[in-house]
């Protein structure tokens, strides 16, 4: 089969490689399936694994692997304890984890049902759009469904919510989310301002460009107090010190990143890494507000909470750019920007 290996820790030009002779995966255990993928989504994730930023938390990972989580395909063979999926049938999901001997950034994944994320794919969500699901609407979920306080329990109450890179993977997810599990909830996106309208065509009820820096200071003096979710989406202190005041009393400050921005696009060590838990256990003790981080993303909730929303039209994937398989690097270039909106999808050939 085609796929893109990770063959060693470096620039995306230099850690993968395009094979066409790799041998293709077969089923394990009677939960899993095999997947002919038609399209995989990238996440930032398996961006920091392949440059080796974050070798500290993937040493035991042996190369050459074929990394990648989110898929979009057809199911070709399937394990004697499968009765909820058929031969033939279109699905979506994500692996449980991105990184690994056999992801999908190749022409076929096995997924374990029990596990991993998967659903069926809605007949009107292409296999691209479907691809751009997975790691990135899983973690909006877990951060402002999970993590915001009652919302899970009971969603139909009115609630104000902020996401900072509206315009990215998570962010645009977060938007369409926070609207999708309640119309009137206000949501406010924060941006660049050529992606204004992109965010507002989610749903988004306001927008503050933050290189405009009269509205941006106006935004964070006038909404003090106000806002009962934030959802981080880029990290550092620099944002947390200038938003958790626009949280009211029982707010909740949800972020995908942590406290240090874009954690994994540079070098971790075991340095960066007790500065890192210090902070956290810090702001979990002594914060105004509850600081919570994402580490787990509900998995097993895909099919049954998040999918229906597909199928219902409430939320739709989003596709940023396509870039062939062989060409795969170039993604991995490309979220390096920390500029991308929406999802990068690669093509499977």
């Known amino acids: 089969m085609h796929g893109l290996q990770l063959v060693k820790y470096g620039s995306p030009k230099e850690s993968l490689a395009y094979k066409e002779d790799l041998p293709i995966p077969k089923i394990k255990t009677p939960n899993q399936v095999l997947v002919s993928v038609k399209a995989a989504g990238v996440n930032p994730i398996e961006a920091k694994v392949a440059s080796g930023n974050i070798k500290i938390a993937t040493f035991t990972m042996p190369l050459p692997s074929i990394i990648g989580a989110d898929f979009a395909g057809v199911i070709e063979e399937k394990g004697d304890a499968v009765t909820e999926f058929e031969i033939g049938d279109e699905v979506f999901g994500s692996l449980q984890a991105p990184f690994g001997l056999e992801g999908t950034y190749a022409q076929y994944t096995v997924v374990d049902i029990t596990k991993a994320s998967i659903a069926k794919k809605p007949k009107h969500v292409s296999f691209e759009q479907a691809a751009s699901a997975g790691i990135a609407?899983?973690?909006?979920?877990?951060?402002?469904?999970?993590?915001?306080?009652?919302?899970?329990?009971?969603?139909?109450?009115?609630?104000?919510?902020?996401?900072?890179?509206?315009?990215?993977?998570?962010?645009?997810?977060?938007?369409?989310?926070?609207?999708?599990?309640?119309?009137?909830?206000?949501?406010?996106?924060?941006?660049?301002?050529?992606?204004?309208?992109?965010?507002?065509?989610l749903g988004a009820d306001q927008v503050i460009d933050y290189k405009d820096e009269a509205a941006y200071k106006s935004f964070i003096t006038e909404e003090k107090n106000s806002f009962d979710v934030i959802l981080d989406c880029v990290g550092g202190e620099d944002y947390y010190n200038q938003l958790d005041p626009l949280l009211k009393k029982d707010g909740v400050y949800s972020t995908a990143v942590g406290p240090i921005e874009h954690a994994g696009s540079n070098h971790v060590g075991l340095s960066s890494i007790t500065t890192l838990i210090s902070k956290i256990g810090y702001k979990k003790l002594f914060a105004p507000h509850t600081y919570a981080v994402i580490t787990t993303i509900p998995y097993v909730e895909f099919k049954d909470k998040i999918a229906p929303l597909f199928e219902s039209k409430a939320i739709h994937g989003m596709t940023h750019e396509e870039i062939p398989l062989s060409e795969g690097h170039k993604a991995h270039e490309k979220l390096f920007t920390h500029h991308t909106v929406g999802k990068i999808i690669l093509k499977i050939d």
């Open 137 to 201: 609407v899983l973690t909006a979920y877990q951060g402002i469904i999970k993590n915001g306080r009652g919302i899970e329990s009971n969603p139909h109450e009115k609630r104000k919510i902020l996401i900072t890179a509206a315009s990215g993977g998570v962010g645009s997810y977060g938007v369409q989310l926070a609207k999708a599990i309640y119309s009137d909830n206000i949501v406010v996106g924060i941006c660049s301002g050529k992606n204004a309208e992109f965010v507002k065509s």
